[in-house]
């Protein structure tokens, strides 16, 4: 079995992405992994080059500046490093998403035990998006709790966005893919970064989406969107978090919930009265 682990990155360092923790957490489970590196103003490039690391295979690419519709950029740069892949299945991780040392060999057994079934398109990861600082971490379902990550590299699919995987069934409808649960997490530190970068990266990536997002000055959320995180983080990206994350974060009980988030109070309601999952799936299970 042969697994690629792949991603998109451009402007990392600038931005505050922990993109080489992200790439060493993957590293022991991937025969290689592909990184397609859009020209950058920052040292993304030579710090990915000073990796030295045989595995590593980057690939630069020029970012299309006129495709401006729902972050599709984004899918052009995710499917640049997915085509390359030559693994039996490919594995994404984006440049915020770090895997957990102790989860490796339950996520090389989960590829193991599906590789010769068909029916199984992909496997699905738990998420824990961190938000504020490390402490903290995102319960309401306007998360996604569940995503796939790793997909058979001989299924035909696409990537509207970099988020999610549509699969094509005879080149004439598409559908998510069929997928088995992995049973670990996948560690989100996107939220979490140090509010400079953030503000930085709010202020480059909104033309992707066709707006502009206003100007960041802190981590404001609705306090029952979020629950203490009692477990432990991946030893790889410590460091990082030591350094370069916001850590002083506390919700704050005063917050004035907005529409969007009023309504996710009411869901997470009815999820505890009736014990649904109402965040949004990318997926069908076929395990």
Same mark, same amino acid.
């Given at each position: ?93 984006? !440049?915020?998403?770090?895997? #957990? ?5 339950? @996520?090389? %057994?989960?590829? +193991? *035990? ?68 992995? !049973?670990?997490?996948?560690? #989100? ?5 140090? @509010?400079? %970068?953030?503000? +930085? *990266? ?86």
């Amino acid at each position: 079995m042969k697994v690629s682990g792949f991603s998109f990155l451009r402007n990392g360092s600038l931005l505050g992405y922990p993109y080489l923790e992200s790439i060493r957490s993957a590293l022991p489970i991937c025969d290689e992994f592909v990184i397609a590196v859009g020209a950058s103003d920052d040292d993304t490039l030579e710090r990915l080059r000073a990796l030295d690391e045989p595995k590593l295979r980057i690939i630069e690419t020029q970012w299309n500046e006129q495709m401006q519709d729902r972050g599709y950029v984004y899918a052009q740069q995710k499917m640049i490093a997915q085509f390359n892949c030559n693994g039996h299945w490919a594995f994404y991780l984006e !440049g915020d998403e770090v895997l #957990h040392e102790r989860d490796l060999p339950l @996520i090389r %057994a989960a590829m +193991e *035990k599906h590789l010769d079934d068909p029916a199984v398109e992909a496997l699905v990861f738990d998420y824990h998006h961190f938000f504020g600082s490390p402490d903290w971490v995102a319960v309401s379902p306007g998360w996604y709790r569940r995503a796939p990550r790793i997909i058979r590299n001989s299924v035909r699919n696409y990537s509207p966005d970099g988020l999610f995987f549509v699969v094509m069934d005879q080149n004439k409808r598409g559908r998510y893919p069929r997928a088995a649960a992995v !049973g670990v997490p996948i560690y #989100h530190y996107g939220h979490v970064r140090s @509010i400079a %970068a953030m503000r +930085e *990266k709010n202020s480059r990536v909104g033309k992707y989406w066709q707006h502009d997002h206003p100007l960041f000055t802190g981590y404001r959320i609705d306090p029952q969107a979020l629950a203490p995180f009692t477990g432990d983080h991946p030893e790889v990206v410590r460091d990082w978090l030591a350094k370069e994350a916001e850590t002083a974060y506390t919700p704050d009980p005063d917050h004035p919930p907005s529409k969007r988030e009023r309504r996710h109070r009411w869901m997470m309601r009815l999820e505890r009265r009736f014990g649904w999952d109402l965040s949004k799936k990318h997926y069908t299970l076929a395990r």
